[in-house]
């Protein structure tokens, strides 16, 4: 998501010329191909990259990841790279300029998701046993139990069934969600002034935090999709991917917390 990138989406309730909705049926197919090809890869160099950092550059990822993400600093900065890293990603990728600048913001946001997201695996990891094997070189590196292999397996489930069940809902009724925009981006800075006030003055709700950002990722999709499939020109196709990975990758860190904080060792 970004906010700034969206607003000029859907700056209009109808599609823009040029847009998805008035492309031939060979172009507008060829459009969503590209789309969703792109945010698929996003999403496997988001798995190979965290994965990759955790094994071999273990100690790295212990420092540049917040350890354990059960205070709502940790969900406070989750809202804050939301709204503020993917702006700055998102105009990259809104580039008509240099197609290489839309790339650039790609690899910005799998990079920062990447980082992000170690935290809460890390907090898996150690909360379910097995944290990390010391090998005799003095070198450390991550071990997953089969208890935390089972959470980070369920949420990875629940993300791609929610995303996938989401934007079938959209694409079968054709019903345009974009009405939705300036209700979640408010809803958005609502939740970084919740997570403000929680850390000002010394509360902590964030399992309550994980749901409500849950609940408005759902609605991302539903809006994102519309612009995807209505306000998207068909040379922003790296773009569209870009917006829907974020929202995608925001998500399943939510459920992957949401999960952690539920089940038992």
Same mark, same amino acid.
């Given at each position: 998501?970004? @906010?700034g990138a969206?607003?000029? *989406?859907a700056?209009k309730?109808?599609? /823009?010329?040029?847009a %998805? =909705? ?8 060829s *459009? ?10 996003s999403?496997v160099l988001f798995a ?8 071999y550059?273990?100690?790295?990822s ?5 350890y354990?993400?059960? +205070?709502m600093?940790?969900a406070l900065?989750?809202?804050a790279?939301?709204i503020?890293?993917t702006? =700055? ?7 008509e300029?240099?197609r290489?600048l839309?790339?650039v913001?790609?690899?910005?946001s799998?990079v &920062?998701? !990447?980082?992000?997201?170690?935290? #809460? ?8 046993? $097995?944290p990390?094997?010391?090998? =005799?070189?003095?070198?450390?590196n ?7 292999a089972? #959470? /980070?397996?369920?949420?990875? #489930?629940?993300?791609?069934?929610i995303?996938? +069940?989401?934007? &079938?809902? #959209? *694409?079968?009724?054709?019903?345009d @969600?974009? @009405?939705l925009g !300036? ?10 002034a919740?997570g403000?006030?929680c &850390?000002l003055f010394g509360? $902590?709700i +964030? /399992?309550?935090?994980?749901v409500? *950002?849950?609940l408005?990722?759902c +609605?991302? /999709? ?5 612009? %995807?499939?209505?306000?998207?020109r ?15 990758v925001s998500l399943?860190?939510?459920i ?10």
């Amino acid at each position: 998501m970004a @906010f700034g990138a969206q607003a000029a *989406f859907a700056a209009k309730r109808r599609p /823009i010329e040029g847009a %998805v =909705a008035t492309m031939g049926v060979s172009d507008r197919v060829s *459009f969503l191909r590209k789309t969703y090809a792109h945010l698929g890869a996003s999403l496997v160099l988001f798995a190979l990259f965290t994965a990759g950092m955790m094994r071999y550059a273990t100690e790295l990822s212990l420092h540049l990841s917040l350890y354990r993400p059960s +205070g709502m600093g940790w969900a406070l900065l989750m809202v804050a790279v939301f709204i503020v890293g993917t702006i =700055a990603a998102q105009r990259l990728a809104m580039s008509e300029s240099s197609r290489a600048l839309q790339y650039v913001g790609l690899a910005i946001s799998v990079v &920062v998701w !990447s980082l992000l997201a170690q935290g #809460v695996i890390w907090f898996v990891v150690e909360k379910f046993g $097995n944290p990390r094997e010391v090998f =005799a070189g003095g070198h450390m590196n991550a071990a997953l139990s089969p208890k935390a292999a089972l #959470v /980070i397996g369920e949420a990875t #489930v629940a993300t791609l069934a929610i995303f996938v +069940g989401l934007t &079938v809902a #959209v *694409f079968v009724t054709r019903k345009d @969600f974009s @009405f939705l925009g !300036s209700f979640l981006r408010m809803a958005m800075f609502g939740l970084l002034a919740m997570g403000l006030i929680c &850390v000002l003055f010394g509360f $902590n709700i +964030g /399992i309550v935090y994980s749901v409500i *950002f849950a609940l408005l990722m759902c +609605g991302y /999709i539903l809006y994102e999709t519309s612009l %995807v499939m209505n306000y998207v020109r068909p040379t922003q196709h790296v773009a569209a991917a870009v917006m829907l990975f974020t929202t995608v990758v925001s998500l399943f860190i939510q459920i992957l917390q949401i999960l952690a904080e539920t089940q038992r060792r």
